[in-house]
């Protein structure tokens, strides 16, 4: 249903992902139907396509949500001013992106509501109300919403200013607790890009000057673009008490002692869609994971049907056989078939290449006559004759075809992350990268900021994480050759 009304593509109108890659990106969002610009500047609209691929990954992560207990509910889009200003860092942070609303109901309003540029503040002002004892702990409450952080450039689903997103906020007992909610939430936003997305990561801590405006910590997953540049796929903060002290979010312990919680919160969002589509398109168009493509068959007759208007008895066994049995990820499997008679083949096979679908089944005369049909895998092109004569052997081996392409995707971008990572001993070194193939950096920082400053403005790389679990070691700054205990990613990033 999402194609009736596709535009006529033309495989030579989409500009090349070799020669430009975000002339490309912007091309192929708008001709694959996943998104166009809104008539605010800054707003984009998703199209029931990108829709399709953000309601799957929204099932993916809910999943792993509830399983650990955390529960679903919706706080107010707007936020009094007032309560935006209780932690000092927050909006300071926060200030210079934000849209306020001073005029409502044909008034000027008392005080200035902002529109939501994230939960925190509005979500622990009830907190405060909902905790008073250890018995209401640990409280994990995830929302699935949009926020507006003002944007004066639009990158479709990279920089917007309106996003979607799902935003976790926990309160707990210990420090200890939250730290473990903090690195869970992290695990399952790693698992879901590597797993689904086919995207590989790297996962660690930001430094001080990078970190989310009202943290102790910020971790984050980071991923390589095509281009060189990194992307901050989504993070995770421990937050400590700095909201919980100023909103008064306090318990009695088991002791009757009172005390402040700890908390945490943690966001995945629509940007992860601006990464699946850069990390695996290609100049054919886009190139979708099956366990997160909304359609992951098309299959396409070569033959007219039986009798002038019924589909082909051969062809609809095979559309039955492959809708109701390749049982992948729960079964929400799509298969399309594209039974349209004015358009001739070629032109299909370029609009679903388009569209990213992983498998293409094509069945022609030769086909029914062997019982066979003819796949094409969209991320290498190969093609491939499977008998159908034994259904059961048929579907394992799509489904097993589904788990190739899939491993094989995420296999491309372990290897581009790895080949386009370097180790650097020295700034010139640093510099040179920086200004030819990019790509991530390791190497000894000092963790001064006025070196990490420096080093941005005359780079353009930032410092993207330490990675988890990184050993203390002896080295020097790759800037200022003072002593650093650890070697630090950097980047220039989305
Ligand atoms: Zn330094």
Redesign the pocket.
């Known amino acids: 249903m999402l194609i009736n009304n596709m535009a006529k593509f033309e495989k030579k109108d989409l500009k090349k992902k070799s020669e430009n890659v975000s002339d490309w990106y912007n091309d192929l969002v708008l001709k694959s139907e996943l998104a166009d610009y809104g008539p605010v500047k800054g707003t984009m609209i998703i199209r029931p396509y990108g829709y399709a691929i953000w309601e799957n990954a929204q099932k993916i992560l809910d999943g792993m949500f509830k399983s650990d207990g955390v529960q679903n509910a919706y706080f107010p889009l707007f936020i009094p001013y007032s309560l935006l200003e209780k932690e000092k860092e927050h909006v300071k942070g926060f200030a210079p992106e934000l849209a306020l609303v001073t005029v409502a109901g044909g008034e000027k309003l008392a005080e200035p509501l902002a529109i939501r540029p994230t939960s925190e503040t509005i979500m622990y002002e009830m907190y405060s109300k909902w905790i008073s004892s250890w018995r209401d702990l640990p409280l994990k409450i995830n929302q699935w919403n949009n926020v507006v952080r003002w944007e004066k450039r639009t990158y479709l689903f990279l920089r917007t200013s309106e996003f979607l997103w799902q935003e976790g906020h926990c309160a707990h007992a210990t420090h200890q607790e939250s730290l473990d909610m903090v690195l869970k939430a992290l695990d399952w936003y790693k698992t879901t890009y590597e797993d689904y997305y086919a995207m590989a990561t790297v996962v660690g801590t930001k430094s001080e000057s990078e970190k989310f405006a009202g943290a102790d910590a910020t971790y984050t997953v980071e991923s390589l673009m095509p281009d060189g540049k990194a992307l901050q796929a989504c993070t995770s903060h421990d937050l400590g008490q700095n909201f919980s002290k100023p909103q008064n979010i306090s318990f009695q312990d088991k002791e009757g002692k009172n005390e402040f919680v700890w908390q945490n919160s943690w966001g995945f969002s629509t940007r992860s869609i601006g990464g699946l589509i850069l990390t695996h398109g290609d100049d054919n168009g886009l190139v979708l994971p099956p366990k997160l493509a909304p359609i992951k068959i098309v299959i396409i007759p070569i033959v007219r049907p039986e009798d002038g208007r019924q589909r082909h008895t051969y062809v609809n066994n095979i559309f039955e056989s492959l809708a109701t049995s390749v049982g992948y990820n729960n079964g929400f499997v799509t298969v399309k078939i594209d039974e349209r008679e004015d358009i001739s083949v070629g032109r299909k096979f370029n609009e679903w290449e388009l569209k990213g679908i992983p498998v293409r089944v094509e069945i022609g005369q030769k086909e029914i006559d062997t019982e066979t049909v003819t796949v094409v895998r969209r991320d290498n092109g190969e093609k491939e004759i499977i008998s159908t004569k034994n259904n059961g052997e048929f579907i394992e081996k799509m489904s097993n075809l589904f788990q190739d392409v899939q491993k094989n995707l995420f296999k491309k971008s372990k290897n581009f992350l790895e080949e386009n990572t370097h180790e650097v001993e020295n700034y010139s070194e640093f510099k040179k990268i920086m200004e030819t193939t990019r790509g991530f950096i390791k190497a000894f920082?000092?963790e001064?900021a006025e070196?990490e400053r420096k080093i941005k403005e005359e780079t353009k790389a930032s410092t993207r994480c330490l990675p988890l679990n990184s050993k203390e070691q002896k080295g020097k700054?790759v800037?200022?050759e003072?002593p650093a205990k650890h070697v630090w990613y950097f980047a220039q990033a989305y």
Do not use: F, G
Request: hydrophobic residues 10%; charged residues 25%.
């Open positions: 920082w000092c001064d070196c700054c800037y200022c003072k």
